[in-house]
T-cell receptor, first 115, second 116 residues
Framework: AQKVTQAQTEISVVEKEDVTLDCVYE???????LFWYKQPPSGELVFLIR??????QNEISGRYSWNFQKSTSSFNFTITASQVVDSAVYFC????????????FGTGTRLTIIP | DSGVTQTPKHLITATGQRVTLRCSPR?????VYWYQQSLDQGLQFLIQ???????AKGNILERFSAQQFPDLHSELNLSSLELGDSALYFC???????????????FGPGTRLTVL
């Protein structure tokens, strides 16, 4: 069975602060993929990043960075110098079970950036 | 813009009715997925089609069905609608390259269904 836990339901920070969104996953597969998607108030789901289970290198893209740690089954997402446009619901997702390509989503974290 | 299109954007209908949601995948993508997002269930996988054939099934009700046509667009049919079917329905697509374990799923803007 697969499971993704995003324990933080809602987070509010003041603009320009850094914020980290937590994601913990469970899977019995040795090969799996982790994703982060952003859902802004307009409703669409925007792909942010994909990470393979055999690549634990952290990634930075502009103000966004991701920390993948297999030892703790976590894939955390940090936004540096947050901006109002970062306000959205962020979903962490897991894909394993090769051949059954469904994404298992966490419940999401609603991030509000206060101007 | 992900390149995945969905129509209609909004749909309001009554209980007992039947509706069809349409999805066009990104150019070149062979796989289409349908997901349902509701307040109580979150984002749930419904069904996947690959190049016209059903590949995987999730928590899809028997009242719901889908198909993928030769031009690769897909339709999700929802019948005997109930109040609880009100949700945001997403379509996603991916390339599914042979020999690769998986590919990123890109999501359309969704269809918001309201059942009154």
């Amino acid at each position: 069975a697969q499971k993704v836990t995003q324990a933080q339901t809602e987070i509010s920070v003041v603009e320009k602060e850094d914020v980290t969104l937590d994601c913990v996953y469970e899977t019995r597969d040795t090969t799996y993929y982790l994703f982060w998607y952003k859902q802004p108030p307009s409703g669409e789901l925007v792909f942010l990043i994909r990470r393979n289970s055999f690549d634990e290198q952290n990634e930075i893209s502009g103000r966004y960075s991701w920390n993948f740690q297999k030892s703790t089954s976590s894939f955390n997402f940090t936004i540096t110098a947050s901006q109002v446009v970062d306000s959205a619901v962020y979903f962490c997702a897991l894909l394993s079970n090769f051949g059954n390509e469904k994404l298992t989503f966490g419940t999401g974290t609603r991030l509000t950036i206060i101007p | 813009d992900s390149g995945v299109t969905q129509t209609p954007k909004h749909l309001i209908t009554a209980t007992g009715q039947r509706v069809t949601l349409r999805c066009s995948p990104r150019s070149g993508d062979l796989s289409v997925y349908w997901y349902q997002q509701s307040l109580d269930q979150g984002l749930q996988f419904l069904i996947q089609y690959y190049n016209g054939e059903e590949r995987a099934k999730g928590n899809i009700l028997e009242r719901f069905s889908a198909q993928q046509f030769p031009d690769l667009h897909s339709e999700l049919n929802l019948s005997s609608l109930e109040l609880g079917d009100s949700a945001l329905y997403f379509c996603a697509s991916s390339v599914d390259r042979p020999g690769e374990l998986t590919d990123t799923q890109y999501f359309g803007p969704g269809t918001r269904l309201t059942v009154l």
